[in-house]
């Protein structure tokens, strides 16, 4: 009879180790809340003041950080911590609202956790705009712009793509395409090497060709998340076309590449600055300025307004043309 009551637990306690192992591996952070609950599970998310708990009996839970005491964590995970990232296992604290990081306390609310991204990351977005006056010079412009961006842990590639049309009285004033194409590889958190090339096209009283080709080591002031400015140092070399005229020239070029998410991600400021120096006398340098700002209505649509400033600088005077878009399009 006894023989018979072993058999039968025997399978029952190796379940119940069986189980007891898995929730201490992958199972292992507890939340205290408030009121004196206590949540087991596995932490996935932290962001926008909400805590995601993926449970073993009720799937995952969303708490408000307000309700929360303290957290730990069983593993060492990627936390931003004060916007900056590192590795950290979180300890329970005693202070409510706080955790213990490395021994020092910090407040729930300063950090943030998100999930595993998958290998490539790709985001875009799509701009328009159709500006028409009807009086009697009958002026129409339209504006359309594309981006699209794929990043993994080493590399990132962003592609450009930008139309202009300007037609007066039903004459054609402007009428540019230009496409830009970037390959960056990430040494480090700031270092990384920059492989640029444009393709722009006019085609209004005289019809232009411009080909820039460049590349060199750039430098991440500062980035998290989406935010970030770049500063890149590079060897350009531009192939000029214009009506009978053909050039070739070599430049060094700066450029600075910024965009930063204010207010929960509803508003976004960016800047694009291109400066080229050439080594010919009559030639100082090429100025390429565009920045501007965008406006989430919802998560995918937003209202965009969007400045450029060219300059080219002669040693007898200089060139310079200004120009702003008011739009709307698509984030996805």
Known sequence: ?????????????????????????????TVWLNNGDRISGEIIELSNNTLKIKTLYAA?????????????TNTKQQWQINLKKRAAVIQQSERPGYVNVAGKNVAIHDLALTPPQAHWK???????????????????????NA??????????????????????????????????????YLFSEHWLWRTDST???????????YLYLGAGPGYRLWGEDEDKLDIILAYNHIWLHSGPLKMELDAWGTKLDYTQFWF????????????????????????NTSAGLRFYLT??????????????KYSFGSVKDSSYVLGAGMHF
């Open 299 to 312: 998560h995918y649509i937003h209202l965009s307004f969007k400045y450029d400033y060219n300059e080219t």
């Open 60 to 72: 995952t839970l969303s708490l408000d950080v307000s309700a929360i005491h303290s957290f730990h």
């Open 147 to 184: 981006e699209l961006t794929m990043e993994s842990n080493q590399w990132r590639h962003e592609l450009k793509g930008e139309v202009k049309r300007d037609q007066e009285n039903h004459k054609v004033m402007e009428d540019t395409e230009e496409f830009n194409y970037t390959l960056d």
């Open 264 to 287: 929960d991600k509803k508003l976004e400021t960016f800047a694009d600055i291109q400066i080229s120096h050439f080594y010919l006398s009559n030639l100082d340098y090429i100025a």
């Open 199 to 209: 393709y722009r096209e006019e085609d209004a009283t005289v019809h232009n060709h």
């Open 122 to 144: 790709k985001t875009g977005l799509l701009e328009t705009t159709l500006d028409v006056d009807n009086d009697k010079n009958r002026k129409e412009k339209l504006h359309l």
């Open 1 to 29: 009879m006894g023989n018979f009551h072993c058999t039968k637990l025997f399978p029952t306690i190796v379940l119940s180790l069986a189980v007891a192992c898995i929730s201490g591996n992958s199972y292992g952070d």
